[in-house]
């Protein structure tokens, strides 16, 4: 029995044994909180929102960028698995987390103009190059500079923020935000160079010359995964992270006609509102499995729902048909799911015999996407691994070539921005090591301001449900990219934390 359940478990034991985590949250000596356990980033949950709690909402900041300095962007478009391990939800419901720390980013943002400035140690004297500057690149330089290093982040596209900036519409991730949160990693002596591709307008051994003494590699994911049908090539046919990337940098601001979006990610419904936005008369999105079989996050299922966007399940695409280069029929086959494959989820089969067609004047596929590994050159010999991704040591994310250290989307393929901020603090740690460093982060607020001395709550816990937010805005207009969540105010931020149940307090 011992060695099957190594055999079918062996992450897990691996978890426990070798990084004294576990990812279901059970073994409660091995973490302080469940929700700090579940963030991939590690941010000190209970301690930011007993922080708001108190009205200190610059320290609450300050506490959450000890680790993760996309707080407002995390605010707004992380997955927030911490919610799904709280303890309120045994009771009522979990605590809006991803919430709170939103309102704590838009005030100090709105209102004090700005973030304290974290701790940061003298110059060492060396340099550090970041290639991309997405949500893994600018973490680990952002860190890299607290710990004193000189760090330049290189970026191929002509604005920074990688998936950040050309992959997340606006109206769930307004520009503005983005920018003063850059800004703020840009406060504390991050450089970023926008219009260069790293192995092509320099090269890494440029860099190296040039003085580096060490590079992370975070370029993330961005060639889209095609379909594989007759009809493919055809001029209105196009992937789901370019459709994004060229709506975002103002090449595309208008669509017309019907519009039909392939799968079921979150890069799906995100072009598919997009579409809508930008003027389609009608957009369908068609995806092979169930609803409960999506992977894009349920409320912007919900919300592409309310606006309209009709969602045709157990359906796939086989071939297209066009006139004059241009697609105007999209041929579909009914599906039903057979035996459970790799991912969990029954696959899905044909249906014979049931074929039908779809008007469609614009089709975008999004089914996935790889890395794109064009800046590997001759004499870099890095491992890819059968997925197209980068393979590296997945302890410090060295791979294997001195100095050059790789994660986020360019390692794991396409994952959450959370998972992508932790990939950027494990490579700052990992860097900092290699180059002779302790490979410490500090965090100090939690002890500064007395986190732990706090008394806790009553063991009696009133049934309180989450607070919910006001609905201050009339309509959701489709035909602009104004931002469609709101945020919580003053007061219902402050109640809203106060019904945290403080698991990380220890009962003497």
Known sequence: ??????????????????????????????????????????????????????????????????????????????????????????????????????FAADYLLINNGGYPLPTIKPKNGKKVAVVGSGPAGLTCAYHLARMGYEVTVFEALPVAGGMLAVGIPSYRLPKDILKKEIAEIEKIGVKIKTG?????????????????????????????????????????????????????????????????????????????RTALRLGADEVSIVYRRRREDMPAHPEEIIQAGKEGIRIHFLTNPVRLIGENSKVKKMICVRMELGEFDSSGRRRPLPVEGSEFEMRVDYVIRAIGQNPDLSFITDNLNLQVGRNGTLSVNRDNLFTGIN???????????????????????????????????????????????????????????????????????????????????????EEEARKEACRCLRCDLQLE
Request: hydrophobic share 35%; with cysteine; proline share 4%.
């Open 1 to 102: 029995p011992v060695l099957s359940t190594i055999r079918h478990f062996r992450e897990e034991y691996e978890q426990h044994i070798k990084y004294k985590k576990c990812p279901a949250s059970v073994c409660q000596a091995l973490f302080r909180s469940p929700c700090q356990n579940a963030c991939p980033a590690e941010v000190d949950v209970p301690g930011y929102i007993y922080l708001i709690s108190q009205k200190k909402y610059d320290k609450a900041v300050a506490l959450i960028r000890e680790r993760n300095p996309f707080v407002a962007v995390s605010g707004r478009v992380c997955n927030h698995p911490c919610e799904t391990k709280c303890r309120r939800q045994d009771t009522d419901e979990s605590l809006a987390i991803r919430d709170l720390k939103r």
């Open 403 to 489: 100095g050059i250290f790789a994660g986020g989307d360019l390692v794991s393929g396409p994952s959450t921005v959370i998972e992508a901020i932790r990939d950027g603090i494990k490579a700052a740690i990992s860097i900092d090591r290699y180059l002779g460093g302790k490979g410490i982060i500090e965090e100090k607020i939690r002890e500064e301001e007395g986190i732990d001395k706090v008394k806790p709550p009553q063991e009696n816990i009133e049934v309180q449900p989450r607070v919910k937010k006001l609905n201050r805005r009339s309509a959701i207009d489709i035909r602009t990219f104004c931002e469609v969540e709101t945020g919580y105010t």
């Open 196 to 272: 260069i591709k790293v192995g092509q307008d320099v090269t890494f051994d440029t860099l190296f010359k040039e003085g580096y003494k060490a590079i992370f590699v975070a370029t993330g994911a961005h060639k889209d995964l095609e379909l594989g049908i007759e009809g493919e090539d055809m001029e209105n046919v196009m992937g789901a992270v370019n459709f994004l990337r060229q709506a975002n940098l103002g090449k595309i601001n208008k669509v017309k006609g019907r519009v039909a979006v392939v799968g079921g990610g979150n890069a799906a419904i995100d072009a598919a």
